[in-house]
Each structure stands twice: as structure tokens, then as C-alpha cells.
């Protein structure tokens, strides 16, 4: 097999990054998770307190700040739009496909770091993740880096000096992980390496990784923001390392618990368009080298089984938890293609996408039907030429593998196919944004922004809508509603009115005031006959105003 020239390989990273950055703008802002985390970070601009993360202006403190610094830094210097709201998760996604790529090329041959590279691109998990904001794609990127890069520094041929740095760059990227979500940046590699060492009876891999260095260099980057702001916040160790970790994991307290096959169906469909290889790639990982000492493909694998059984067992379940094992394995799916990338057999790697494509085709006819009180069959509608483009995409990437595959073209095919696994997650996502947009504050927001007088009081009556105060550039006094943010109000209570009788005395006493609430709220106001007048609404909020 011919492997591409490096200009060639240069214009198909450039075409890449155009095709994956390019589209950070378009969509708006989807509650809650990415009016969360835009929100934060800009908070953190405008009071300049880079310390204590707020939301809204109460204190929260469920994960650490790194995601948060890096958006901030992305407003400072270029504003505050949707496409610096998603760069660290889009940046952190780019770079793990680059990562896998070159990991994957060293560990077993450059063509499996091609094909690990298109897996990764074009999983639709990984593709979509890397397109939201949310915080999962920062930490998944640092804990696949890190163990990586203890690969790369445990490998037979890797000189001392090689070997020192790799494992002194894994420590700093499970400390960057830690500063992205916390103690699961040490736990899940932690237990990956003693689970490791005990299937292979390596008892010298636990003093190569030098722990007791590594430790300093982890403590030396991320010690000095939980000294800092448990200084500020006296409350923040206890809520942070015993209720967020031990008692996330424990109880049911965040109330996400799923059974424990919850992500089974989640990695089948967050794999496609691999599915056709995903089995045969784990099982990859199975096979010893004999004449190795050090057994990559069985690391990657340790690490896949460790992170899916770890949260299979939490009480806490998100789909995009199990992320952190999307690029080990896509490397053990390249090393197992680029092991038949002259044989006409991956022609069947096609097959699944052919079926998947013809599926999504008949299931965007029925699209209209999802319609519900707060999403009409209009807004389907508007989705389903954006489902039938993605479904498209999937479907000839399939049929070109297929063809390409049997002509023994075997990176020509993958690359097809990746490219149609790839433009099938995009397709699906961009075009959310038709239904997407009863569930981001967005046209709310900018239908009163520019006639809402500065420091006239807002309400946000018996509900919080995460986008709102991004949108606004302000944040609001939360009213009733506490949900997640109940700690940070119990810190701060005097920001907060506890009831809707506290309510409606300070919107009759406020010279002007404004207010955001469902529409079931706005009509018991009406009932009571309290002076408010419609400015905006949608099916899902009202936005009222003082006369």
C-alpha cells in the first residue's frame, strides 16, 4: 500500500480542520449544558475572578476551572460568540484525532495510524462531543493523551531519555485532566495500571512510571487553584471532593442512574460508521506480541474495560461519560485494518453503513411525528432535509468503501467511509438547530436585548434557563427554583427570593422591573392581576415586563 506524501497528508489535515472548525458558529447555544458552560467562563471575564466559578452569580463549584479558563481567555481575546464558546472542546477533539493518529502509527505501523485517525474523525460520538460545549471532550482528550503517552514511554526500542519524557508528560496530562473534571483524571488511569500489571505480571511497570515524581508534577500544576479557592471558599473541599466524587458515584443523588447496560447501546451508536470492525478491534487488543516486553494493544485494551465497567457500575450515568475510550479504541480498529488494508475483505466495512444509511433515510420520513406541544411538526419538518443529507453522506460513504474495498483499495475505502461517518454526525447536528431552538434562550434573548435598560432588575421566576444570561450578558434573581445550584444559594441566600409570595412583593415594590417565566407561571400571574406586560414568547417562556 501506498501511504500518502506529506503534502499530501498536510492538505488532507488542513481540509480536515476547515471542515471541523468551520462549523463552531452556526448553531445556537442548546440548555443546559452549553449555556452552562458559556455562561461561567463569562462571568469569570466580566467580574475578573478567575478563582471561584459562579453561574447566574451563585457559586458553583461541581467541576474544576480549566475548560472555564481557556473559554474566558477565547472571550478576552476574540469575544464572546458561539464559536469561542465551543474552541476547547472543538480544539481538544481536533487534537485527539491527531493524537490517535500519530500514537497509533508509532505503537503499531503508520498505515494503522491513518485508519486509527479516520476512525476517530468520523465516530459519531466523538464527532458530536467535539462540536458541543460541554466538558466531557477536555478531560476524554488528557486521560487518552496520558495514556498514550505511557504507551509511547513503555515501548520496546524507546531510549531512557524518550521514556523519561513520555511519562513525565503523561503526569502533566492527568493533571490537566484532574483540572478539566477531577479526581477521575487519576482514579480510571490509576486503575488502569495496576489492572494492567496484575493481567500481565509486569510488577516493574509500577516503579517505571515513577510515582512518587509524578505525584509532585501532578500536585505542582493542580494544587495551587483547590489552595486558592478553598482559601476564598472555606465550603468548596467538602462539597467538591466528598459530594461531587464519592457520593456521585454511590447514590442516586444527581438523579442519572441507568441500568448497568445503559452504555452498550451508547457505544454502538457513538462507534458508527465502525460497527462493521468495532468487535474485532477490541479483540485486537487481546492478542500478545510475543517477542515484545510491553503489550500496547493489551494497555489500550485494560484501559477500554476499566473506563466502560467503572461507569457501567456508577450511579451516575451521561451518554458522553465512556468518551475517554473512543481513541484507544479507534487505535486497536486501525492496527486491525491496517492489517488488511490489501485485502478485498474490507469491502464489508461498507455494508453497515449502507444499512444504517437506508435506516436513517426511512426514519427522517417520520420525523414530523416526534412533534410535541413544544416542538411542532413545523420544526421537524425544517430538520428533515438536514436528516436525509446526513443519512445520504452515510450511505454513499458506505457504498464507496464497498466498491473501493473490493478493488483492494483498502485507505481509499476507509477514508470514504470516514469522510461519510463524518459529514453524517455534522449533518445531524447542524441541523438540530431547526428543533434545537425552543431549547436555547437565543431568539428570546435577542428579542429584548437591546431594549432592556441596564441594572433594571431581573427575575427569573420559578425557572432558570441556562442560556439566558449568555445571550443577555447579565445574569438574573433566581426565584423559587434552586435544582443544581441549591449549595451555591445556601452560601450566598441574600441572592436569592425562596418564593413566589417574595416574588410578586419585590416586582410590585421595584419601580421597573423584568421577568422570565413558563407559561404556566405567566398565567397565574395574570390571575392575580399583577401589572406585567408580554414582551416576548415561545412555547416554552415568557418574557414579561413592568409597565
Not at 483540572?179 to 495496576?194: D, E, M, N, R, Y
Not at 454526525?425 to 436555547?440: A, E, K, P, T, W
Request: proline share 6%.
Amino acid at each position: 500500500m501506498t501511504l500518502l506524501t506529506r503534502r499530501s497528508l498536510f492538505a488532507l489535515l488542513l481540509g480536515f480542520a476547515v471542515l471541523w472548525f468551520g462549523t463552531l458558529e452556526y448553531r445556537r447555544l442548546i440548555n443546559p449544558d452549553e449555556g452552562r458552560y458559556a455562561e461561567i467562563p463569562r462571568e469569570m471575564v466580566a467580574s475578573g475572578d478567575w478563582t471561584t466559578p459562579r453561574l447566574n452569580d451563585i457559586k458553583y463549584f461541581y467541576k474544576p476551572p480549566l475548560q472555564y479558563w481557556a473559554t474566558a481567555a477565547a472571550y478576552t481575546v476574540f469575544g464572546e460568540h458561539h464559536w469561542t464558546a465551543r474552541l476547547w472542546p472543538a480544539l481538544t477533539g481536533f487534537a485527539g484525532i491527531v493524537l490517535t493518529g500519530i500514537a497509533a502509527a508509532r505503537l503499531f505501523s503508520p498505515v494503522a495510524g491513518l485508519m486509527a485517525a479516520f476512525v476517530l474523525a468520523s465516530s459519531v460520538l466523538w464527532n458530536v462531543i467535539g462540536h458541543a460545549n460541554t466538558l466531557d471532550m477536555g478531560v476524554s482528550f488528557f486521560l487518552a493523551a496520558a495514556i498514550f503517552a505511557l504507551c509511547l514511554a513503555e515501548r520496546d526500542g524507546a531510549g531512557v531519555a524518550e521514556s523519561r519524557r513520555w511519562r513525565d508528560g503523561a503526569w502533566v496530562l492527568l493533571a490537566l485532566a484532574v483540572l478539566s473534571k477531577g479526581l477521575i483524571g487519576l482514579v480510571l488511569p490509576a486503575a488502569t495500571v495496576v489492572a494492567y500489571v496484575l493481567w500481565q505480571r509486569d510488577w516493574g511497570f509500577l516503579l517505571r512510571i515513577r510515582p512518587l515524581r509524578g505525584l509532585l508534577i501532578l500536585l505542582a500544576i493542580t494544587a495551587p487553584w483547590f489552595v486558592a479557592v478553598s482559601l476564598d471558599n472555606p465550603e468548596f473541599a467538602h462539597f467538591f471532593f466528598i459530594h461531587e466524587h464519592f457520593e456521585r458515584f454511590l447514590t442516586k443523588t444527581h438523579g442519572r442512574y441507568q441500568p448497568m447496560w445503559y452504555f452498550i447501546p451508547i457505544l454502538l451508536v457513538g462507534m458508527i460508521p465502525w460497527l462493521g470492525v468495532l468487535f474485532q478491534g477490541a479483540w485486537r487488543g487481546l492478542r500478545a506480541e510475543p517477542a515484545q516486553r510491553f503489550q500496547p494493544a493489551r494497555f489500550l485494551l485494560t484501559w477500554i474495560v476499566v473506563v466502560f465497567g467503572f461507569f457501567s457500575v456508577s450511579s451516575s450515568k451521561l451518554a458522553s461519560y465512556i468518551l475517554p475510550i473512543f481513541p484507544a479504541l479507534a487505535a486497536l480498529i486501525g492496527a486491525y485494518l491496517a492489517a488488511r488494508a490489501d485485502s478485498a475483505s474490507l469491502k464489508w466495512q461498507g455494508v453497515p453503513a449502507i444499512a444504517l444509511g437506508l435506516a436513517a433515510c426511512v426514519l427522517a420520513l417520520f420525523a414530523p411525528r416526534f412533534a410535541n406541544a413544544e416542538v411542532g411538526p413545523e420544526l421537524y419538518a425544517a430538520y428533515q432535509p438536514w436528516l436525509y443529507a446526513a443519512a445520504a453522506s452515510l450511505l454513499a460513504g458506505g457504498i464507496a468503501a464497498f466498491v473501493l474495498g473490493a478493488r483492494r483499495q483498502g485507505l481509499a475505502a476507509m477514508f470514504c467511509l470516514a469522510l461519510g461517518g463524518h459529514l453524517f454526525g455534522q449533518l445531524f447536528l447542524l441541523g438540530h438547530d431547526q428543533v434545537g431552538r425552543v431549547n436555547s434562550a437565543h431568539d428570546a434573548a435577542l428579542a429584548i436585548r437591546d431594549v432592556l435598560p441596564p441594572g433594571v432588575p431581573f427575575f427569573s421566576a420559578n425557572t432558570y434557563d441556562q442560556s439566558l444570561q449568555f445571550y443577555l450578558r447579565r445574569t438574573t434573581t433566581m426565584v423559587a427554583y434552586r435544582d443544581e445550584m441549591s449549595f451555591g444559594i445556601a452560601q450566598e441566600p441574600h441572592k436569592f427570593i425562596p418564593d413566589m409570595a417574595g416574588f410578586e412583593a419585590a416586582w410590585q415594590a421595584a419601580p421597573a422591573a423584568w421577568a422570565l417565566m413558563s407559561p404556566s407561571t405567566w398565567r397565574e400571574m395574570q390571575a392575580k392581576g399583577l401589572p406585567m406586560q408580554e414582551i416576548f414568547r415561545d412555547s416554552r417562556r415568557v418574557i414579561v415586563r413592568k409597565p
